[in-house]
């Protein structure tokens, strides 16, 4: 098979011209033939002025190149979209299959005999993963690490957990606008991802649990020397896997997914984790099974006390042991014997965690922060193929609650209506969000979090129960139902609830149920038929991903892309 610069020839009909092209272009360049005769290791270049979580990805690639080079390989860097959560219109996650699409025809176009991926910020790494397990190539992950914390008048902050914290205390008039200002440059203090057990951070955890990265990348601060050592350590490893490591395919099998849903639920992971998790594993065909997820759920507990289930950040995860101490702390629910990119177990790096006498932040299991895992699966009239509610960032009092619903028909209803005075609502209502799902909105918005009405806001109320088609930030709080799937866009009950209809939330026997008869919600449904849908966007990429985006517990990936 062919490898280095002869992988892959532009099409002119004749492979020894197009190499001997290819080679005097890029030659244009200084290589010389010993240079390019070297297994040629990619590197994917997602920086951008847009994007502040990948503000040390130029460093990154010079680490990078540094330790391939050092093995004896080529380091060749190219761009791709690069994805940042508040600089995405309508949604990042809109944008995700945009950037697995580019990042996988660009790795499969380009010759390589391996890659580093090198993201971070909330969609990078999914789609940078989903499209390393279609290409199938011998991929390595850097993330770019999570920022270091910031701090206010004696109080640490974090993004974005503290972000909406201190909105909420804005909202209810508890904050001025001159201190909003202040903590506006205080909350982000430094590049790199956000540093709560948020999706970027889950990602990279995820991530380093299925093996595709070294062991300890997910959390070092992306300020620190230390991660720059860890994108040498990645590079030199890529060399390794170009002369014959092994691919997505051979890694990515039932056990490490498995293994990444056990870290999933004890470090009390983002619930976006999931949708990412199975649109991977659906990319190698190995389903995700939502009984599943509920079931390790019951089984393990959360060991990380991390905001927003806990109260610590990235760093002391790190300073604490980072992921070799959590998986040597998960012995007998992970299996691990799993291989990584390096060749190497996860049963290695469990044994050279560091010990750290004292920390408190990755718990042992007879002292977790919760005794159960972070997201349950829940089921019932309301979530036909299922819906999510992260219990370990839930208010424990209503786990089990029964209210009216407050229903909100769509994004814009919301904000018109959430603060109105006249609003009727009471903090035993229900707050009911649709066509927020992966269609409806487009996008899927993280919008779950519904704010608390500002007159309920003002008399303290801090949690109510929400339900959505919509998804949640990793950061966010409360008791919050996600993903009810399917989604109101495509029919599914959601768009049947009618505001003083009663909602029953029990997350201990896993349901969420409309209590509504059979024969009304039939008649609710005869006329929701009758109405049109809306028309599809005319043209471009809004139309293809109309067209072709599938439910949550899909993915949200492209049908098409899917094998
Ligand atoms: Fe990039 Fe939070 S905004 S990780």
């Keep these: 098979m062919a490898s280095g610069l002869r992988k892959g020839l532009t099409s002119y009909g004749d492979a020894a011209f197009s190499l001997f092209l290819r080679k005097a272009f890029i030659k244009a360049k200084g290589y010389s033939d010993d240079a390019l005769d070297r297994p040629i290791v990619g590197i994917t270049d997602t920086s951008s002025d847009f994007n502040p979580c990948h503000g040390n990805v130029p460093q990154l690639i010079e680490a990078v190149k540094r330790g391939v080079m050092l093995a004896?390989?080529?380091?060749?860097?190219?761009?791709?979209?690069?994805?940042?959560?508040?600089?995405?219109?309508?949604?990042?996650?809109?944008?995700?299959?945009?950037?697995?699409?580019?990042?996988?025809?660009?790795?499969?176009?380009?010759?390589?005999?391996?890659?580093?991926?090198?993201?971070?910020?909330?969609?990078?790494?999914?789609?940078?993963v989903m499209a390393a397990a279609s290409v199938d190539l011998p991929a390595i992950v850097l993330p770019t690490g999570p920022m270091v914390v910031g701090h206010y008048r004696g109080e640490v902050l974090g993004a974005c957990t503290d972000c909406r914290r201190l909105w909420s205390q804005f909202r209810a008039g508890e904050r001025s606008e001159g201190e909003m200002e202040t903590v506006s440059a205080r909350l982000a203090p430094s590049v790199g991802t956000c540093m709560v057990m948020g999706t970027a951070s889950t990602m990279a955890c995820l991530i380093e649990a299925l093996g595709l990265s070294l062991p300890g990348s997910a959390a070092i601060p992306a300020t620190h020397a230390e991660r720059l050592r860890c994108a040498e350590a990645t590079g030199r490893c890529a060399v390794q896997m170009a002369r014959g490591g092994a691919r997505p395919s051979e890694l990515l099998n039932a056990t490490a997914f498995r293994n990444a849903l056990v870290v999933l639920q004890a470090i009390g992971g983002s619930t976006n984790g999931l949708i990412h998790l199975t649109a991977i594993a659906r990319r190698l065909r190995q389903p995700i099974d939502l009984e599943a997820v509920d079931r390790i759920g019951r089984e393990v507990p959360v060991l990380v006390d991390l905001k927003p289930s806990g109260e610590a950040y990235m760093e002391h995860f790190h300073q604490a042991g980072g992921m070799p101490r959590l998986l040597a702390e998960l012995e007998g629910f992970i299996d691990l014997e799993a291989r990584t990119v390096s060749g190497a177990r996860l049963r290695d790096a469990a044994r050279a965690a560091e010990p750290v006498r004292g920390q408190t932040v990755i718990r042992s299991r007879s002292d977790p922060v919760n005794p159960h895992g972070g997201l349950c699966v829940l089921r019932g009239n309301l979530a036909p193929r299922g819906a999510v509610i992260k219990q370990s960032a839930a208010s424990a009092r209503l786990m089990q609650h029964t209210g009216?619903?407050?229903?909100?028909?769509?994004?814009?209803?919301?904000?018109?209506?959430?603060?109105?005075?006249?609003?009727?609502?009471?903090?035993?209502?229900?707050?009911?969000?649709?066509?927020?799902?992966?269609?409806?909105?487009?996008?899927?918005?993280?919008?779950?979090?519904?704010?608390?009405?500002?007159?309920?806001?003002?008399?303290?109320?801090?949690?109510m129960v929400r339900v959505s088609d919509a998804r949640m930030s990793g950061t966010a709080f409360g008791t919050i139902v996600l993903h009810v799937t399917p989604e109101a866009a495509v029919g599914g009950p959601l768009a049947l609830v009618a505001n003083g209809d009663r909602i029953r939330l029990d997350v201990a026997a896993r349901q969420l149920e409309l209590l509504v008869d059979d024969a009304e919600l039939a008649r609710r449904e005869q006329r929701r038929a009758a109405t049109?849908?809306?028309?599809?966007?005319?043209r471009g990429y809004a139309r293809l991903f109309q067209q072709s985006v599938l439910q949550a517990d899909e993915g949200c990936d492209f049908d098409f892309l899917v094998p």
């Design 532 to 538: 049109p849908s809306p028309a599809l966007p005319e």
């Design 404 to 463: 009216r619903a407050v229903v909100f028909d769509s994004l814009d209803d919301l904000d018109a209506r959430i603060d109105d005075p006249d609003l009727d609502v009471d903090a035993d209502d229900v707050l009911v969000l649709r066509h927020a799902g992966p269609k409806g909105a487009p996008g899927m918005p993280e919008a779950g979090y519904l704010p608390i009405p500002k007159k309920l806001a003002q008399r303290g109320i801090k949690d």
């Design 72 to 128: 004896g390989g080529l380091p060749m860097a190219f761009p791709t979209i690069s994805i940042h959560e508040s600089f995405a219109y309508p949604t990042s996650m809109f944008l995700r299959n945009l950037m697995a699409m580019d990042t996988e025809e660009m790795i499969r176009a380009q010759p390589m005999d391996a890659v580093v991926l090198i993201g971070g910020c909330d969609k990078t790494l999914p789609a940078q």
